[in-house]
């Protein structure tokens, strides 16, 4: 028994919520009802964390925030997403699993 709840424990995955009707960043992101309001603060708070996981976003408009060089003086902002992150879209804000989002392929960003 003590095997089984060792392994379930190690499956874990991180995961980090946003919704765009978050008052602001402060919250740890750990749950809908202390979502995050910005994406890349939820994936920077995994990186931050040496964590892998996820990063579950509602329904909303998103903006990115990091600041990238294209090239020269040019610069862009982007979504820094690194191996280990995944972001998913789909989300109404208050489902307990990623198969319980509504996924239309026109309508969000992430996996």
């Known amino acids: 028994m003590i095997l089984a709840v060792a392994t379930a424990a190690m499956a874990q995955t991180n995961i980090r919520y946003v919704k765009s009707t978050a008052a602001d960043n402060s919250k740890d992101g750990t749950s809908w009802d202390n979502a995050k309001k910005d994406i890349q603060d939820a994936i920077n708070d995994l990186v931050d964390n040496n ?58 960003f992430g996996a």
């Open 51 to 108: 964590l892998t996981g996820e990063v579950w976003v509602a329904a909303g408009k998103y903006y990115p925030t990091e600041t990238t060089e294209a090239s020269g003086s040019q610069y862009y902002k982007a979504f820094k997403i690194p191996a280990g992150i995944t972001v998913r879209g789909g989300f109404a804000g208050d489902e307990a699993t990623a198969g319980a989002r509504e996924v239309r392929a026109d309508k969000n």
